[in-house]
């Protein structure tokens, strides 16, 4: 293949062998790829979370000469702010990656001049993700976990001779 000249950045010259044009629609097709990936997840991630729900059987003690009462309780993503935020921010990225495919989709063909807003965009996009899927994630382990400040207090079935499991350090002064 013959190297032509061709116009470069800032008014400079670059030498290209012609074949541009296969690696920028070779990368347009992966790119479109990787935009229905990002949209099929990022629905299936907004619907999972909105949908599910978990019922566990609580007992709890009345009176101590009565037997445990065993009451049902659901926990459901609209009842934590931290699983709403994480279900609206990849409600977001889903409108965001269909509209986005659309536009890669559309002007394939045409100008290049629409990939930095894009770009931007995504990286707008991926911090709000990181950001939702951080906040859900922290509230799922503090949900899992006896933090220090939970440690102390007592549940309804506990008896007022037990001592927490957790305790502060003392200190030695």
Known sequence: MESTVKPGVNGGLRHGTGDEGRTQAGAGL???????????????????????????????????????????????????????????????????????????VIKRGSARGSILPISILDAVVVGLLFSGNGAAAAFGVLGSTETPMSAGRRSATSSADSAPRHRFPSSSR
């Open 30 to 104: 992966s790119a479109g790829i990787l935009r229905l990936l990002v949209v099929a997840m990022t629905l299936v991630a907004a619907l999972v979370m909105a949908t599910a729900s978990e019922t566990q059987t609580v007992s709890i003690e009345v009176a101590p000469t009565l037997p445990p009462l065993p009451v049902p309780v659901t926990a459901k993503a609209a009842y934590s702010s931290a699983f709403i935020y994480f279900i609206v921010a990849n409600a977001i990225a889903f409108a965001y990656s269909a509209c986005s495919l659309a536009v890669v």
